[in-house]
């Protein structure tokens, strides 16, 4: 099983500035790489599948890069609704899909 | 617009079963792979299992295989999760996701299933 490594676990950005978020297979994994929005109380939402194929509707200011190991998603300009918990997931070595443990994204 | 309900969640005494539903609508469903992805109190996410949407291809995580069936229904648009022999640890938010092959595009608002004596 594949196991996803993410950092930090806490980000704290000021709005407005940019935050980049690290994702890390155990191996690996080309670009089979989605990543999660969760907010408190809510369902995790897609953002982006692929590596850095954004879902429907979600503004261009979240972006994806990365392949093999080594994965990061970056919000460019950190807006207050951004505040939530974000989990890599891989699906090149499936089933099953496996998570990272979450990167927790806070306002300054 | 996609819809995905869960329904069934609830208290339930170690060893005891619950059946959680899921109802979809606004997609043809039939055309989908469908999962169940559990989220323990305070915790991250756990996907446990899946299903192609012609009921064919079913795999369960080893976490909860022998315990847990999923099982689909397409006439009647709806996914099910049959939880069996239940323990402490399965407690957690169980969702009701579009997708089980590369990655979940469409979530549920989640069950709730505590397992306590």
């Known amino acids: 099983e594949i196991v996803m490594t993410q950092s930090p676990a806490t980000l704290s950005v000021s709005p407005g500035e940019r935050a980049t978020l690290s994702c890390r297979a155990s191996?690996?994994?080309?670009?089979?790489v989605a990543w999660y929005q969760q907010k408190p109380g809510q369902a995790p939402r897609l953002l982006i599948h692929?590596?850095?194929t954004r879902a429907t509707g979600i503004p261009v200011r979240f972006s994806g890069s990365g392949s093999g190991t080594e994965f990061t998603l970056t919000i460019s300009s950190l807006q207050s609704e951004d505040s939530a918990v974000y989990y890599c997931?891989?699906?090149?070595?499936?089933?099953?899909?496996?998570f990272g443990q979450g990167t927790k994204v806070e306002i300054k | 617009q996609v819809q995905l309900v869960e329904s069934g969640g609830g208290l339930v005494k170690p060893g005891g079963s619950l059946r959680l539903s899921c109802a979809a609508s606004?997609?043809?469903?039939?055309?989908?792979?469908m999962s169940w992805i559990r989220q323990a109190p305070g915790k991250g996410l756990e996907w446990i299992s899946y299903?192609?949407?012609?009921?064919?291809?079913?795999y369960h995580a080893d976490s909860v295989k022998g315990r847990f069936t999923i099982s689909r229904d397409n006439t009647a648009k709806s996914l099910y999760l049959q939880m069996n022999n239940l323990r402490v640890e399965d407690t957690a938010v169980y969702y009701c996701?579009?997708?089980?092959?590369?990655?979940?595009?469409?979530w549920g608002q989640g069950s709730l299933v505590t397992v306590s004596s």
């Open positions: 299903i192609s949407g012609n009921s064919e291809i079913i």
């Open positions: 606004g997609f043809t469903f039939g055309d989908y792979y």
């Open positions: 191996q690996s994994i080309s670009k089979d």
């Open positions: 997931q891989q699906s090149n070595n499936w089933p099953p899909w496996t």
């Open positions: 996701v579009r997708g089980g092959y590369r990655y979940g595009d469409q």
């Open positions: 692929s590596t850095s």
